[in-house]
């Protein structure tokens, strides 16, 4: 589609100017105010900023324990996407190189447990982790160890999908070959189709980590002072009287950072991994 | 395994191993499997399970930390859920009814800023991957940052959106409040939809890079319009990726509580009282666990039904099941 006419061209271009600017209009603004001095960010918006500063990038870790959320968070969703990873590798394994009676059964559960909404979840998973407190002394509730296991849960039916999708688009004859020289099943997977199928469980991992990392709901009911996650504790830059609106714009480009860098770096692992999990 | 070992030579060698009792050929995907079924057992299957318990038991905030001596209540809280007179489904209606039109707006607009970006992209010109990121960044971004910077932009006296609406003369000298009111639901749309359709847009790109370049050129070649192009070969081609595309945007959506919930916290206007948030109100803030299962199993329900119709209607990742 080189040879386009004047009009096409004009037509591509406004279109593009037009979704990017949708795009980059709220970006630009939190970028903006970021660097605002606060007197400037209660007043009126201006594009052009007329004072710039790092100060709120500093002021961020003071005014909340930031850096403690980032803690909390980092570990829930470190240990939930290995975790997540690790039991995805396996169960992708077994469905995809094994038959066996369930495999239909399991690939319908993981299917529809998307569809279920969060909410529905949450109520009994409270009452089960309060009640497993009282009754059998394992403390979830407010845990960090409650908070991974919900979350590599959540990641894990799509986890295992992309990555029997990955499997499947690999020949057997690669681990058919190692075991009939003695290797046996396993062997045959953690030498032969993980070192192969990296870039999908790279996918897969950027995707949980990204669940983890963003996950409000839960986190909101499942946590407590001591394991308050990002999500949750960005909220506490506004006061009942007063909003650091250029300390939480700075504070939220912080948190986003590392994410959307992963993203973007890997966004032709994910696509194809979308592809071949999801899009077929 | 040392490489002095010749197993063609010494099969039952072989054959020993392999019947080592937990790793047993028979036994292995079981093995395999069973810790994700663990997980997925504790927190989506025996708490979907317990919830419908739950929704027919009076729990509410004297019983929680004994909910077996909670009262039986039957089809109590379902009757109280669908009794569209009394307030309680009063309040339920209205906020299905948001959220349905909610959801429809969003998928509709998400859907096609989606398939407009993947067309724009998906020719050659320079600058195309710089445009592809700059899509993705929404979507790569926590969904509680964007929707905070959204609270921000939507600001009535200092916000960059109605600087903008301003600048543009699209509004007069008294700006909208966008955050309370009516206007509330459109806050919700727009913060949706900008971290939604880059998703719509990523699918939709994936679809048309497997569509052979040459059925294009043939198009081309017989004189098709670029309208007719689209229609004829990009939007029938593309059917398998809308089909999945599609219902998981409307699931997505119609289960959608976080925009809700960073804008407005417990108490959204009534305008953006979408389900989850509903829901969620009536559970953890009026305390009802009883009334707020029975109002999940509803919508479970409601969402089950429009999946299996869409599924049959579609016969959307029948191949991949089978597979």
């Known amino acids: 589609m080189r040879h386009r006419s004047v009009r096409g061209r004009l037509a591509h271009a406004t279109g593009l100017a037009i979704l990017a600017f949708i795009t980059i209009f709220p970006l630009y603004t939190v970028i903006v105010s970021s660097l605002k001095p606060l007197g400037d960010v209660r007043g009126e918006f201006h594009w052009i900023p007329s004072n710039l500063t790092l100060q709120p990038y500093i002021d961020i870790w003071k005014t909340v324990p930031l850096a403690h959320y980032f803690v909390n968070s980092l570990i829930v969703a470190v240990c939930a996407t290995v975790a997540s990873v690790t039991l995805a590798i396996f169960a992708a394994y077994a469905i995809s190189r094994y038959r066996f009676k369930g495999r239909t059964a399991f690939n319908i559960t993981v299917l529809s447990t998307q569809m279920f909404p969060g909410i529905l979840f949450l109520l009994p998973l409270f009452v089960i982790f309060v009640n497993l407190e009282k009754s059998f002394g394992i403390t979830l509730y407010g845990t960090y160890v409650g908070l991974i296991i919900t979350y590599l849960t959540f990641s894990l039916p799509f986890s295992i999908w992309m990555l029997v999708g990955y499997f499947n688009s690999i020949p057997r004859e690669l681990e058919e070959s190692a075991m009939t020289e003695g290797a046996t099943p396993l062997q045959a997977l953690f030498r032969i189709l993980i070192p192969v199928s990296m870039p999908g469980i790279a996918a897969v991992a950027i995707y949980s980590f990204i669940t983890a990392w963003g996950e409000v709901l839960f986190a909101s009911v499942l946590t407590t002072d001591e394991t308050r996650t990002l999500a949750i504790g960005l909220r506490n830059y506004s006061s009942q009287t007063n909003v650091y609106w250029n300390q939480l714009m700075a504070a939220a480009i912080v948190v986003s950072a590392p994410v959307v860098i992963a993203f973007l770096a890997a966004q032709r692992l994910i696509v194809s991994g979308l592809t071949a999990g999801g899009v077929k | ?323």
Request: hydrophobic residues 55%.
């Open chain 2, 1 to 323: 395994m040392t490489a002095v070992r010749e197993p063609v030579a010494r099969p039952e060698e072989a054959r020993a191993r392999r019947r080592q009792p937990l790793l047993s050929r028979r036994r292995l995907p079981y093995v395999l499997i069973a810790p994700a079924i663990l997980f997925e057992l504790l927190i989506h299957v025996i708490p979907l399970l317990s919830g419908v318990g739950i929704s027919f038991l009076g729990l509410t905030q004297f019983f929680i930390r004994n909910w077996t001596q909670a009262p039986f209540a039957g089809l109590g809280n379902y009757r109280r859920a669908l009794d569209f007179g009394g307030p309680i489904g009063e309040g339920l209606l209205h906020s299905f009814l948001i959220t349905a039109a909610f959801t429809v707006i969003v998928v509709a607009l998400a859907w096609g800023m989606g398939m407009l970006a993947a067309q724009l992209v998906n020719s050659e010109f320079r600058g195309q991957r710089w445009f592809r990121t700059l899509f993705l960044v929404p979507y790569a971004a926590p969904v509680y940052v964007s929707v905070i910077a959204w609270s921000f932009l939507l600001d009535r006296d200092n916000g960059a959106l109605n600087k903008l609406l301003g600048d543009l003369h699209l509004i007069g000298d008294e700006p909208p409040f966008w955050l309370i009111g009516t206007n509330a639901f459109w806050a919700i749309v727009m913060t949706t939809v900008w971290r939604l359709w880059p998703f719509a847009f990523l699918m939709i790109l994936a679809g048309m890079q497997s569509i052979p370049k040459e059925l294009y050129e043939a198009a081309e070649v017989d004189g098709a319009s670029p309208w007719r192009r689209w229609r004829h070969i990009t939007l029938p081609l593309l059917r398998p990726v809308t089909g999945v595309l599609m219902i998981i945007l409307f699931l997505w959506t119609f289960n959608e509580f976080n925009t809700a919930y960073v804008l407005f916290g417990p108490a959204p206007p009534s305008s953006a009282d979408l389900l989850s948030l509903h829901i969620y109100v009536n559970s953890f803030v009026n305390l009802n666990f009883g009334l707020g299962s029975a109002m999940s199993v509803l919508l479970l329900v409601f969402l089950l039904l429009v999946t299996v119709v869409y599924i049959r209607v579609f016969r959307v990742g029948s191949d991949r099941l089978a597979a």
